[in-house]
């Protein structure tokens, strides 16, 4: 059963207009949320994150927001580059942490093309 | 600091061989992970570590065991190697926080 859900698996934009990717979960309990970026033939990179008592985290050009009672999250990239083009995926985390994982539940990814 | 590594990089089987992938942190944490990425399902867990001699299961363990005999180091051992097991898999190691730092990710291809 999918927990967290990335509906779109690819996006296209244009370089200097806006990206918005979209994520959604299904577990009320889930309380801190992280979007990691994955480039051909390399590891997923740690993008941003953001904490359920927060609506909103923002770092340079990407922002995360976060709908708590729509259990919906977004990644914004303003203004897009070529260089963002990537695999973006969403994740999400919550107790009980300790002994067990404070493992990460995945999306499986959306790739987003930016073009010149 | 290197971060996460993993050995190798690259790695060709026939169905029926066994290997060993390693991963290794200089970071000092305390959990580390192992995933495979397939095509369109994302990240899976297959095993995990919360400490140094501790293991255990994630949701797609079967045809996989592991060890973290010292703390820096988690090894994924396939023993008899089938052809859905042709992935790329990654290796993750997180401290306090909620954020998982991944390795450079193993080709593996199952003929």
């Known amino acids: 059963d999918q927990q967290v859900k990335q509906n779109s698996p690819s996006l296209s934009v244009q370089e200097g207009r806006i990206s918005i990717l979209n994520c959604d979960y299904t577990n009320s309990m889930f309380d801190y949320f992280l979007w990691y970026k994955k480039y051909p033939a390399e590891g997923p990179t740690f993008l941003i994150s953001i904490s359920s008592i927060k609506d909103k985290n923002e770092d340079g050009r990407f922002t995360v927001f976060l709908n708590k009672s729509a259990k919906h999250l977004s990644l914004h990239i303003v203004p897009s580059q070529p260089g963002d083009s990537a695999v973006y995926f969403c994740?999400?985390?919550?107790?009980?942490?300790?002994?067990?994982?404070?493992?990460?539940?995945f999306g499986r990814g959306t790739q987003l093309t930016v073009w010149p | 600091n290197a971060g996460v590594t993993q050995t190798p990089k690259f790695r060709v089987l026939k169905t029926g061989q066994s290997m060993t992938l390693l991963c290794a942190q200089d970071?000092?944490?305390?959990?580390m992970y192992w995933y495979r990425q397939d095509p369109g399902m994302g990240l899976r867990l297959i095993h995990y570590?919360?400490?140094?001699?501790?293991?255990a299961k994630g949701e797609v363990p079967d045809g996989y065991n592991v060890s973290r005999l010292k703390k820096q180091n988690f090894l994924l051992g396939l023993e008899s190697a089938a052809p859905s097991q042709t992935s790329v898999y990654f290796c993750a190691s997180r401290g306090g926080t909620d954020t998982q730092y991944f390795g450079p990710g193993t080709r593996l291809t199952v003929l």
């Open positions: 970071m000092n944490h305390e959990y």
């Open positions: 570590s919360v400490g140094e001699g501790t293991t």
């Open positions: 994740a999400a985390s919550g107790p009980p942490r300790g002994s067990t994982l404070g493992r990460l539940y």
